[in-house]
Nanobody, 125 residues
Framework: QVQLVESGGGSVQPGGSLRLSCAAS????????IGWFRRAPGKEREGVAAIYTAGGNTYYADSVKGRFTISQDNAKNTVYLQMNSLKPEDTAMYYC??????????????????WGQGTQVTVVS
């Protein structure tokens, strides 16, 4: 099973940027789809973005489209989430997750078999 470690969270002002990293180690079998999710206090977990690592296909939630970019560095077994033009409503704990397949189901958290511990993103004036 793959192990995932997120990093890069922090506190920024509205309009600022952060880049989150999701480093994978161990067996990367059955981890073709890497997704980013977030959970804000009092809200349900929300899929933010995903990438099909074999083909490079990317997927985004409407709420982040045009502001967030998901990418991968295969040599480092790392997936990134570049977050620009951050808004207070982006404040949440962000998690990356790994699952098997082509990400067509990427919004469904139950389809992922490995999760990281999360990294906090806070957007505040």
């Amino acid at each position: 099973q793959v192990q995932l470690v997120e990093s890069g969270g922090g506190s920024v002002q509205p309009g600022g940027s952060l880049r989150l990293s999701c480093a994978a180690s161990g067996s990367t079998y059955s981890s073709d789809c890497i997704g980013w999710f977030r959970r804000a206090p009092g809200k349900e977990r929300e899929g933010v973005a995903a990438i099909y690592t074999a083909g490079g296909n990317t997927y985004y939630a409407d709420s982040v489209k045009g502001r967030f970019t998901i990418s991968q560095d295969n040599a480092k077994n790392t997936v990134y989430l570049q977050m620009n033009s951050l808004k207070p409503e982006d404040t949440a704990m962000y998690y990356c997750a790994a699952g098997a397949g082509k990400c067509t189901w990427w919004r469904l958290s139950r389809m992922y078999n490995s999760w990281g511990q999360g990294t906090q993103v806070t957007v505040v004036s």
